[in-house]
């Protein structure tokens, strides 16, 4: 069964288009109760997406659903990015049964190339929906809700989705990722940083500041972050207590589990579990 769009976050349709370079850091891995789509106009950057690297060029778009945690380096260069937030009910349901593998289509990452002839087009309405951000008069809302609708049918016909990890990354992205598939798979468990260089058998040093080059985050760090976003969907998916869903998430104190929670979802676990 297809998982439904939700209708929480952001307040209609955004879109801001800035230039980034590689001197640009964030502070750190990032999610948002909304829908990120992503567009590389020139230039590029690199996509940490839960276990997966995504190499991002000119023309290329990323879609994250609500609650997926991301970091992105622009160790391409200069990047010229757009980046449209908004919330499912955004989207017309005429236009969500157009796209690929529309019942799933929302519900996962999804990496689609926009064809040179069309970059000019998406370029234009890019433009248009980052005018009217600003503009913010009476008819904005409406406005990017419909150049919403247009960008998507656009994309819908003419761009090439990937909805699989690229396999041609670098060495160094290799070890990363088997780093980061290593504490997808066992963040349940009493895992340590230690724990997960044993496992792919890399010197400490050498993994642990490889990883937080290329993705911004420790590997402690990393831990943490993937046990609450297990711990999250828990809340929303099942009736289990807190303290259940912690210990069963990888936390052995629910206290720090509950600080941890706060601190990146702003709410308690009690409260997260209520609002959705």
Do not use: W
């Not at 999610?31 to 060029?57: A, K, M, P, Q, T």
């Not at 049964?97 to 689609?112: D, H, I, K, Q, W």
């Amino acid at each position: 069964m297809a998982r439904p769009i939700p209708n929480h976050g952001t307040d209609g349709v955004h879109a801001e288009t800035r230039l980034r370079d590689q001197h640009f850091i964030m502070k750190g891995h990032h999610c948002h109760s909304c829908y990120e789509l992503f567009y590389v106009e020139s230039g590029g950057c690199r996509f940490l997406v839960d276990e997966h690297i995504f190499d991002l060029h000119t023309g290329d778009f990323i879609l994250l659903p609500p609650m997926m945690l991301h970091y992105s380096r622009y160790v391409h260069g200069p990047c010229r990015r757009t980046v449209i937030l908004f919330r499912g009910e955004d989207v017309m349901d005429e236009v969500r049964g157009l796209m690929p593998r529309s019942a799933f289509f929302f519900s996962e990452t999804a990496v689609f190339q926009v064809p040179d002839r069309y970059r000019g087009q998406v370029a234009d309405i890019l433009k248009e929906m980052a005018a009217e951000d600003i503009m913010r008069d009476a008819c904005s809302a409406v406005m990017l809700k419909m150049l919403l609708q247009t960008l998507l049918l656009l994309c819908g016909r003419v761009c090439s989705f990937l909805f699989e990890p690229p396999a041609d990354l670098h060495t160094t992205d290799q070890q990363i990722l088997q780093a980061a598939h290593y504490i997808c798979q066992s963040y349940m468990e009493p895992l340590t940083s230690a724990d997960v260089v044993r496992a792919v058998g890399f010197s400490p040093n050498y993994l642990s500041r490889k990883f937080r080059a290329a993705t911004g985050i420790g590997l402690h760090e990393y831990i943490v972050f993937v046990r609450l976003q297990h711990a999250a969907q828990e809340l929303v998916s099942t009736s289990d207590s807190i303290t259940t869903i912690a210990l069963r998430c990888g936390f052995s104190d629910s206290n720090y589990f509950k600080d941890s929670f706060k601190k990146k979802y702003g709410v308690t676990p009690r409260n997260y579990r209520k609002m959705f």
